[in-house]
């Protein structure tokens, strides 16, 4: 099978936003959001791998790198271990000679089979000279893999924690995300988002979704009592 798992598993995004390393608020991660453009422009670094907890954002940058790989011609596949519809034999079909993205590691941490896929799958992706995108929770030691030849190859690469966004950080990650959707939102809305709603910066996008729908419906401004009427529904 000569298929690219990047066009035939669908991407758990909602691509409003297009994501990109440009509409990613990169806030303390300067020096990640520069490896994987490198990686994907120039082949170098090979292996990158970032962690940081739910809803930070390893998923976007995922995606981001697609896109910009899809822009510099380079093939790319994609895969998600928490899909519960991927097993080890689905790696056998990765193109591992250009940007292998790999999301949610974790899932895979503690099955003798699935590690050892993995193993394979870097060994292969090594020898074709290829790049890899790996995301996780935590990083390659505390993810919960017992091959020790699969840490020490995780661990051979680039390995970066995600930094979270500060609240001023969050403030203008929405200002940018509303202006990428066209919206025209005040400093007094996006500061009554951030005092109603969860801190956690997944949420708070997702919300943003939900509101650009909404004014879409209903024809309003993103007044503060328009969003004091959605978030009380």
Known sequence: MNQRLGSQIPLPLNLGDKATLDNFWVGHNTELVNAIRASVETGEPRLVYLYGPSSSGKSHLLFAAMKLAKEEVVNTSYVSLLDSNVGPEMLDVIDVAHLVCIDNLEAWAGNADRERALFSLFEQVKHANGQMLISACQG?????????DLISRLSSGLVYPISELSEQQQFEAIKMRANNRGLTISDD?????LSRS????????ALLDEIDQASLIEQRKLTIPFLQSLIQR
């Open 140 to 148: 390659p030691e505390l993810c919960g893999f017992s091959l020790a």
């Open 198 to 205: 969860s801190r956690d910066t997944g949420e708070l996008f």
């Open 189 to 193: 809305a996006v500061k009554y988002l």
